[in-house]
């Protein structure tokens, strides 16, 4: 039975369109966001007057205040106070989960159908526990452990690093989390349209789409594990000398520092690739199930291709900065989709992947002459203040 303040937290939809569209789902309902914090602070200690707080507001309402009222700041000051900037990555895995399931949730105590947004829920708490895992076995939640990336980022933003992470680190990224899983609140609405298939059983589009992102799912595992062994693979033959034979690489792989061997060998970053897929189907089944080309929801799934575009960017630069023949691997495989002219990494070099590789090792040595050199400086320094105490 539908509480008697529904009409007040969602609109009224008529068709399915209706339920993409940003002026009557959305706008109506921001000024609740204005009121929220004061109603939060009045009954903290309230737990039936919270229950019917949360239940009087409008789910994406609460979703949004979730993410930049609590998770942006918390980001910023735990960043902040530990030198530390990995804080949101540490949730990544964690916090569209729980917006999904807070949408479903939300949806079961109203009364509404949740057969579509059930659907929804699993998949997206088997993608986080699978991501979860794959974070906490590379020590992801260890104590002082920092991503990498952040790191090289230290030295390109220097007294700049404070600003870069309150916009990019820990609002943006956390406006982000949020816009990726606004989908579902389309999802929901479509339930409220009289005499929709959807407001009982799963539809044609329900079944592909949950189908296809359980398939990337174990695509994106399939790369991290793949990813994983070869690492493990590699740090067993640095440390010994010799390719352990439980890892099935060859020691010309392992040579090469970075994994070329199964889907690495038709796409430098098959995870990467599944992992937009992912958002981008979420966003695609919104658009279908609401019978829309091109919905507002968008924002979410443009922002993180974009962001996985300047991630893997980055990323990939900092790997040619160690390894030569990663420029040869750009030029053989493609990034994220496989070429019609991909080769694999065991086969001879051209005359112009020669020309790349003597310049990626020219550069690779220029760099580490340059930190030589910037190494002495500082040490000189150093003992010429010794000296003058």
């Not at 569209?96 to 105590?109: D, E, G, K, Q, R």
């Not at 700049?160 to 899983?181: D, E, G």
């Not at 199964?262 to 599944?274: D, E, K, V």
């Amino acid at each position: 039975m539908l509480i008697p303040t529904l009409s007040t937290t969602l609109p009224v939809v008529k068709s399915l369109p209706e339920c993409a569209s940003f002026s009557q789902t959305v706008s109506p309902y921001i000024p609740q966001l204005y009121n929220l914090p004061h109603q939060l602070l009045a009954h903290y200690n309230d737990v039936p007057a919270l229950k019917h707080l949360y239940l009087t507001t409008n789910p994406l309402i609460t979703a949004f205040a979730f993410a930049n009222f609590i998770l942006a700041p918390t980001a910023l000051i735990a960043g902040e106070v530990n030198n530390n900037y990995s804080q949101v990555d540490r949730v990544w895995s964690i916090i569209p989960v729980l917006f999904n399931c807070h949408y479903a949730l939300w949806a079961h105590l109203n009364g509404l159908p949740t057969t579509r947004l059930d659907h929804v829920m699993a998949l997206t708490i088997l993608w986080g526990a699978r991501l979860t895992f794959n974070y906490w076995r590379k020590g992801g939640y260890q104590i002082g452990s920092e991503d990498y990336r952040w790191v090289v980022v230290r030295k390109y933003a220097g007294r700049w690093m404070f600003l870069f992470n309150v916009i990019f680190i820990s609002f943006a990224q956390s406006l982000l989390l949020f816009l990726i899983t606004t989908p579902t609140y389309i999802l929901l609405l479509t339930s409220l349209v009289p005499s929709s298939p959807q407001t009982s059983n799963l539809d044609t589009y329900d079944s592909i789409f949950s189908k296809l992102i359980f398939s990337l799912i174990i695509l994106e595992t399939l790369a991290d594990q793949s990813q994983w062994s070869f690492h493990r693979a590699k740090s067993h033959y640095q440390r010994h000398a010799r390719v352990d034979p439980k890892y099935n690489y060859t020691r010309d792989q392992l040579d090469l520092g970075f994994n070329t061997a199964g889907l690495f060998a038709i796409s430098r970053h098959p995870n990467f690739l599944a992992e937009q897929a992912i958002w981008v189907s979420l966003y695609q089944w919104a658009c279908c199930a609401s019978y829309t080309w091109v919905n507002w929801t968008v924002a979410g799934a443009a922002g993180y291709l974009a962001l996985f575009q300047g991630s893997t960017a980055f990323t990939e630069m900092i790997t040619r900065g160690k390894y030569p023949m990663y420029a040869v691997y750009q030029r053989r495989v493609g990034k994220f989709l496989p070429w019609g002219r991909t080769r694999g990494m065991g086969e001879p070099l051209n005359k112009e992947e020669k020309r790349v590789l003597e310049e990626a090792e020219r550069k690779i040595e220029a760099q580490r002459q340059r930190e030589k050199e910037s190494e002495g400086g500082k040490v000189g320094k150093g003992n010429g203040k010794e000296r003058r105490k």
